[in-house]
């Protein structure tokens, strides 16, 4: 099969850890070891998340007194698609002896009238206890918003339209390239008026990415992978209870968070609705069984997975 992952920004940088370079390392070497089991078995292309780096770099950047402004998130996230990108081309090299790995900095077309510009929903950077996140947002000009328990900085967040570089990644991926591409989503471009591709100050919703690049890429499966077994109707209530194997329907018929699982199910849902194949939300380290229908939550079309006697 042809497979895309979604890989969770949690896999690179955990909740209270410290975000030096070698505990990212770490990270990206256990997530690689998961994803270089589905590697083995399925062509395999690899975005990931980039909240918390692109927050981390950001308040460098506001702090930094050599610079007459800070780095405008465009090139930010193009920093961080390096960064990352570098980890994880290193890491699956190591683990995939003889296969060929190729990381690529992308870039993602949004338009720039969409009304993502006026709601700023996307969480960059660490958490802050309500006061200190209060403080920050006045120093720097910062929204924030409740994020769990916690507060954290949140930025425009406009919907994909397409990669710019997707004939490559498809090309790449017919000659058996593993790929990891369009980091955190994607930088952020509009065309302007001359018809030029221009950075704009933006985060792009990574799963939203991975959604519409696996249906142009004909990908057979959209993985989301994040630190939750599956998904959860009533999460925080009495009546909290995981589901299994779902469709689309039934799915959009809950109500999540647009700050978190809000977004992972949408993506989900458009995938399997256009292409009438197979997503899954799920923990990183279940990523073969998810494929196998035996963990995650599981959607298609009519709840089951068919192919699951020949994986």
Known sequence: MRVL?????????????????DVQIANVAVAVKTLAEVAARHELIITHGNGPQVGMLALQSAGDSNLSRPYPFDT??????????????????????????MSMVNQTLVSAVDPAFDDPTKFVGQVYDRAEAERLAAENGWTVKPDGPHWRRVVPSPRPQRVVETRLIRGLVRDGVVVVCAGGGGI??????????????AVIDKDLTGSMLAEALECDAFLILTDVPR????????????????????LRAEDFPAGSMGPKVEAA?????????????????????????????VITPNATWPLTSTL
Not at 88 to 94: R, W
Not at 189 to 198: C, F, P
Not at 231 to 247: A, C, K, L, N, S
């Open 5 to 21: 992952v979604a890989l969770g920004g949690n896999a690179l940088m955990r909740r209270g850890e410290s975000p030096d370079a």
């Open 76 to 101: 930010l996230g193009a920093q961080t698609q390096g960064m990352i990108g570098y980890w994880m081309l290193q890491a699956l090299q190591n683990a995939l002896p003889g296969r060929q790995v």
């Open 188 to 201: 952020p471009v509009i065309r302007n008026d001359k018809g030029r591709l221009q950075g704009i100050e």
């Open 231 to 250: 998904v959860m109707r009533g999460f925080g209530t009495p009546q909290q209870e995981e589901i299994g194997h779902t469709t689309p329907h039934e």
């Open 269 to 297: 849902c458009r995938f399997v609705e256009t292409t009438g194949d197979m997503a899954a939300i799920g923990r990183l380290d279940d990523a073969v069984r998810i494929l196998e229908g035996t963990a995650g939550t």
